[in-house]
């Protein structure tokens, strides 16, 4: 009865009868006796449906399977997922019968759901004519039907083409139940085993399908049995044929793009080449055949840090800069870097990356995004965002006393400079008393509060920075200990609003010590004062004990780890962002770190770290439901909560309701206290002096940009504290400076840049003897001027050394310690070279000679620094990564070297950017070369230099990465307009991505493209090739790069360039 309607397909959905033996009516075939059934399938040997034969005892498979032809072509069965199988059951089917079936008859199928039989062509089969049919019968097996639907892990099988059939019942039937058990009393089968109903009908088949991705859906349906075949189709997609090169004959990902490419991948492996294996898996496709023009797709995985992500070792960030060299080198090739998400499974990022081909296909020319990231689904495409500083709040002019003013509105925008004090309004000091001129302010959290007033109890705190650090500019009677011109730190305490001039008791200060700075200053009294306070004061941590750190990178938390470990307690810390995480144990040293955000995760991790005995002290300042509740629940018997937030504080009563042996204490330094603060003033002198506190990490905003700054406290993604540089000066005496290629045109220009911004250490390295004097001498001229003497130039040192090795680095910082110069703040890298060549003609050793001082001196200093406590880590790279400069494969692959360590520290909470400038005139590498630098017009020097003192001034608002170039008409008005982000070119694409038929090239490249796989073995060798003895701190990678291939068609005038290139002409 069933014959008859699968006739009425052949004209709808196959539209040949000879592809009509192909369907088979197993609802049917499942009501026959035994001899009848194996009859039937002697003539249909090369078809089989796994969900049937999986539900079958295994003497009744044996049988069937000694009927099977393994010299078929369509008798090769592949699946989807084999955990999903795994997880099911109980079928008959055990491994044992796939093993038997494989050694006898060649099976090789790899099934996953026990109702789906998915048939594809075995290689060689004819791709233009080929067809896949997904056969799934599911009568009997309703259950198992409904937990897949129900999942949707039907929709994994859209990206195959071709047409899904499944036979399934759609409504309660009587016959059909009683046949297959439904009816009490009526089961049929030996096993046992039954079946609850999961029915669906035809219009949820419909949406379930169409959700899935699949086109036209059509039912047929057998009124009788109230049975029907569903069709879904799946348009049969253009793919051209192309080569998997992998690394790992184990790589999931390449393996499944070879099984859905099936018919048109090609599968080798890499061997022989010098990788040091960091559990990265590269795989990239080359093209085969004769056609000539390509779209060329490289995939990484979570290589951009388009949110809060986990630090991930870049391996495979050059490859961008050789993607743009090579579209600019292989006119033929549209080059697209893909970055998916690493917390996808492997299908669906085949899925996105299938789709990704398919939309290169519906495009002609040049890609309009060159860069793409998948994250949670969402495709993310790549741009340049114009700078666009934020505006100023101007300061008054003059030097008399300031603060802000705060307006009713109570709101961050609407904050004014108030110069209303006059200076003689501050002339009377009272005995004790002294006047402090402020170099430094450090905002706290609570300045937030008081500015916004959310609560009453905010409505009587008006101040805003109560951390200063400056120098004592008078002194009132009675005071003997401090003298016009110390440097102290401190708390004020009255009510002010962000003043440049304090006036305090000269017993509430702190000497400044003379290694460190006044931003340095101003991150520690409020930090020190909270922390000592409520951890040594009313925590009495004992050594030993266990003590909770909530938020711990914040300013107190930061400090209270210091304390904790002083007195030798065990730390759990706590931190919001993966970034913020990374932090606490790449550079802190933390051992057990945990979620602030996840209460579940949380609680695990906690009993892991205390095996499940808890901790003794916790130092609270989470608000958000149920955290406070699952601190207190994680204390042990007779622990101290000490609660630091002042919104949602508990009630003693609700204490004791919770945790009656819990004693809770609430923190608050915000009122005078003459006697606690001096005696916390002088315990911040005896920590700094010795050496038992060390400052912590901060972000610098100048007063003008304080809303800015307040905008940005009140994110809470910073890390330590934000602080207000009074000073116009961007550096400072207290410091050293290293500026790699230092004795470089360039590196000249910004040492001469910094000791303009009171700079006065800098060690110039360069690896060549270039001669103290003639650098010296060029030093001292600014714009043809002598414009610094030579006290001026006093510490300015110049070494000769190769950075390109951590023993080169440990060296210059060793020279730095021995000769009692001040500690290490900044580190300037501007060291390169040139060796230029196209693709073809790239060799080794052209791009070792780029990368030795370029990128392995960036990674040497990484290295070697990331433990220190840096207001600078500035890279210059160049733009030519980004315009994919010709001839500069091995300096653009570089430079995104040097754009990728930059995300790679920020992911770490370290500071880092990296400036990619265009051209210098009459200075930089390509100066007297008589060359014009491609998609760049050159700038003069002066305007360079303005540039570069905007970009380090603002270092806050430039982000991770810059890109600092006058760009040529030619290319504004070509491939990059469409990659700078504005309104008019905003894609929200998704991955509903429209498929182009591409015309067929018929030009043999063979030659060209053998030297583009030479070119990239080379790249990916020289990328991952890190060794032991060079970075032993290196951590395991998890880097996954796939190049993508595929075809164009390209013009004649091409084909005859190329026949030229081939000709040696």
Partial sequence: MWYKECANFKSTVVHSEKYLDWLINWGWVRARPGPELLGLLRYLDWLINWGWVRARPGPELLGLL?????????????????????NQGPFWFAPRIEENSKSRWGIHGKIVHPLLGVLVPTAGTASKNRISIFATSTSGLLERTGSWIRDHKIGQLNIFPGHLFVAEQLRPSAFIDIVFGHCEGYWLFEDGIRHNHSLIDGDGWKRILQSAGYGEVAIVENVDLDVGIIIASNKEDPFFPFTLISNDRRDKFAEQLEIICNGYATRCWIDGLPIMKLNNKIVYCLPCGDEVGYQAGINTESEYQVMDESARFPLAGPIRGFSRTLANEMLELDVVWIDLDCHEDTMHQVKQVMAEMRNGQNTLGRSEEPFIAYRNKVRNVGKLVPLESPQDLSLPLGDNPIQLKLLESCSITDLEWDNSIQQNDMEFLKP??????????????????????????????PSIAADFCGQVVAIGPAVHNLNIGTNVLGLNLEPTLLPNFVQINSSHVTILPPFLTYVEGATLPTAFYTAYHSIVTVGKLCHGEWILIHTATGGVGLVAIQIAKQIGANIVCTAGSRRKRAYLTSVCGMQNVTSSRDIPTFLKDMQEATGSSGVHVVLNSLTSTGWKEASISVTRTGGRFIEMSKLNIWRLDEVAHLRPDVKYSVVY???????????????????????????????????PKVISALEHLKKASHIGKIVIRWTRDIFNDRSTYLITGGCGELGLQLAKLMLSNGAKNLVLVSRSDRGKDAVLSKLRYRDDHQYFTDDELDGVSIENVDISTPVGVNMILRKIDSRGLPPLRGVFHAAGVLSDATISNMTMDKIEVVWAGKVDGAWALHFATSHMNLEHFVLFSSASWILGGPGQV?????????????????????????????????????????????????????????TMEHILRNLTFMGRNVMAAELSDDVKTSWLQYYVNTKANYNNATEDLKVYDADHGNYDGENLLVNLEETLVSLIAKMLRQSKSKYAQVGPGEAKTAFRVRAHKVSAKTVRQIKKCKEGK
């Fill in 890 to 946: 091995n300096y653009s692959s570089a430079n995104a070297a040097l754009d990728a360590l930059a995300d790679f520290r920020n992911r770490l909470g370290l500071k880092a950017t990296s400036i990619a400038w265009g051209q210098w005139s009459d200075t930089g590498m390509v100066a007297g070369l008589n060359r014009k630098v491609f998609g760049v017009n050159a700038f003069p020097i002066s305007r360079g230099v303005y």
């Fill in 669 to 703: 330094l915000g009122t005078r206290n003459d006697t606690s603060t001096l005696h916390l003033a002088q315990e911040l002198g005896k920590w700094l002096m010795q050496g038992k506190l060390k400052p912590i990490t901060y972000t610098v905003f100048e007063p």
């Fill in 66 to 86: 000694r009927y099977l032809d393994p010299g078929k072509t369509w008798t090769r069965a592949i699946g989807v997922s084999q955990k999903y199988w795994a």
């Fill in 432 to 461: 004790g008393q002294i006047r402090i001129r402020v170099h430094a302010s450090g905002l706290n959290f609570k300045d937030i509060f008081n500015i916004l007033k959310p609560t009453a109890e905010f409505t009587s705190s």
